[in-house]
């Protein structure tokens, strides 16, 4: 169906903004920006997506301006914290009228690389194209691949690579990744100068190393000196980027922290990015209580 203003209107509360799953079906970050439904209107979604989105009416969050209006003192009893998925939202594919296909645009395509990186290999290979032949990329446009096609190809910006190591190697890999990522002396990945890039690096280096030996590692190491490591820098970063660096809760950009909503995963935070969240200094200390 195609996607209009009473449309958008309906599927939200008088004086709110889309929560953040209406924000990815509608293909927009979250919090929405400015004039977000001149954005997304003429679009066309399954009406599979719109119903999703209507049925989301009662999640729909406060609208900032007002939140700020609110005191501080007052915010955790008025509104019961709850988490943001830290996933960021893909474009919008453009489907075929039976809604079987997507039709490759050059917007949805580039949405799903990763910046510093490009298109990684996993993912030409699933598009059946060879990213190393010059014009690749204008080839592709406008052709129409299937939709679990789509959304593995959207899903494998993301992965994590499976890496072939012995054992023995392993620990030799998380020696040099405690080295060169653990220590606040430490440089990190210099080789790459996008957020996404440094991200798609560490990554790829969680892959070949000992995984039990990094968490003990880091579980072992005072709280304020694992915020030091170029490890939690990288991702910290990345998720800040991934909320469009505004706090999920009130929208401000100012003085940002990255909040652990569990410590469950503490130490593979690189595979487990879902247990973070962007918040303003402010939202911060509501969440632990401190005045």
Request: include cysteine.
């Amino acid at each position: 169906m195609e996607i209009t203003r009473d449309f958008l209107n309906s599927g939200i509360k008088e004086g709110c903004i889309p929560c953040y799953e209406q924000c990815r079906i509608l293909g927009i970050l979250y919090p929405p920006p400015k004039k977000w439904k001149d954005k997304v209107i003429g679009k066309n979604i399954l009406d599979s997506r719109a119903e999703k989105y209507l049925s989301l009416k009662e999640k729909t969050d406060i609208n900032p301006k007002q939140l700020k209006k609110l005191k501080r003192k007052n915010y955790s009893e008025q509104h019961e914290y709850k988490p943001k998925n830290s996933y960021k939202p893909f474009c919008e594919p453009t489907y075929t009228e039976d809604g079987k296909h997507v039709i490759i645009t050059k917007e949805w395509l580039l949405s799903g690389m990763t910046a510093g990186v490009g298109l990684k290999h996993s993912q030409a290979k699933v598009l059946g194209v060879d990213s190393k032949k010059t014009g690749w990329l204008d080839g592709i446009i406008g052709a129409e691949i299937t939709v679990a096609v789509a959304n593995k190809y959207i899903k494998l910006k993301t992965a994590i690579p499976s890496v072939r190591c012995k054992k023995s190697q392993k620990k030799q890999n998380a020696k040099k990744f405690i080295n060169d990522f653990l220590k606040s002396e430490s440089e990190g990945v210099t080789n790459r100068k996008s957020v996404e890039g440094k991200m798609s690096t560490v990554r790829y280096l969680s892959a070949s190393y000992n995984k039990d030996m990094i968490i003990q590692y880091i579980k072992k190491m005072p709280y304020k000196e694992f915020l030091k490591t170029p490890y939690w820098k990288v991702i910290a970063d990345y998720q800040k980027y991934n909320a469009g660096y505004k706090c999920v809760i009130c929208g401000s950009s100012n003085v940002l922290n990255v909040h652990h909503t569990t410590y469950k995963h503490h130490g593979d935070e690189v595979t487990h990015i879902e247990d973070l969240i962007t918040v303003c200094r402010e939202c911060h200390k509501a969440i632990h209580g401190i005045k």
